[in-house]
């Protein structure tokens, strides 16, 4: 069965603190893994699409990197903008996206 | 604008009486669905669609219906509301489904409390 595991579920982070995000996936034939970011009450936004083991994307604080078994959300020097929760999902074989429950992030000054 | 748009925003009714949830976008994407997300659940997809006319079943369709028959179009109807329905629901739209490059776009979503 196709699965997602997100950690930590809330983080607290002082602005310029670096730190990762962690999405842990079993899936068959993985496809795509996707990070969304969703602030309150809105809808998810995407950031980023893996495709590979080994494959990085960037956008301004954010990196995103891919492994067999997971991947990582970097965030350098967060501010408190960056504040949201940040959503992983997979597709496997089939044509459904299955996600994780988010890590909450909060990034004070 | 590029954009998905649901309506209504936030619906409060009573067990049973039937309501619908409409879902618009404007980007010609082939691909739609619904999900519903509920704390410590993540997003749980509901039904999705191809195409026009094509639907089928998510992980959680119990309770619900769709249609689509128009390609910008995908509504999400609940003939007997119940309480376990009250929920954050979210249409997403995609340029196309079945592939790994199917990137979602998701509308505001629809915040529904049945009583």
């Known amino acids: 069965e196709d699965q997602v595991t997100q950690s930590p579920e809330a983080l607290r982070l002082q602005e310029g603190e670096s730190s990762s995000l962690n999405c842990s996936y079993t899936?068959?034939?993985?496809?795509?893994l996707f990070w969304y970011r969703q602030d309150p009450g809105k809808g998810p936004e995407f950031l980023f699409t893996?495709?590979?083991a080994g494959e990085e994307k960037e956008k301004e604080r954010l990196k995103a990197t891919l492994t067999k078994k997971e991947s990582f959300l970097h965030i350098t020097a967060p501010k408190p903008e960056d504040s949201a929760t940040y959503l992983c999902?997979?597709?496997?074989?089939?044509?459904?996206?299955?996600f994780g429950t988010g890590t909450r992030l909060q990034v004070f000054p | 604008e590029a954009q998905v748009t649901q309506n209504p925003r936030y619906l409060i009714t009573v067990t049973g009486k039937k309501l619908t949830v409409t879902c618009s976008q404007n980007?010609?994407?082939?691909?739609m669905s619904w999900y519903r997300q509920d704390p410590g659940l993540g997003l749980r997809q509901i039904y999705y669609?191809?195409?026009?006319?094509?639907?089928d079943k998510g992980d959680v369709p119990e309770g619900y219906k769709v249609s689509r028959k128009e390609k910008r179009n995908f509504p999400l109807i609940l003939e007997s509301p119940s309480p376990n329905q009250t929920s954050l629901y979210f249409c997403?739209?995609?340029?196309?489904?079945?592939?790994?490059?199917?990137?979602?776009?998701f509308g505001a979503g629809t915040r529904l409390s049945v009583l």
């Open positions: 669609s191809m195409n026009v006319e094509v639907t």
């Open positions: 980007m010609n994407h082939e691909y």
């Open positions: 893996l495709y590979s």
């Open positions: 899936v068959s034939g993985l496809r795509g």
């Open positions: 999902a997979v597709q496997g074989n089939t044509d459904k996206l299955i």
């Open positions: 997403a739209s995609s340029p196309r489904g079945g592939f790994g490059k199917n990137i979602q776009y």
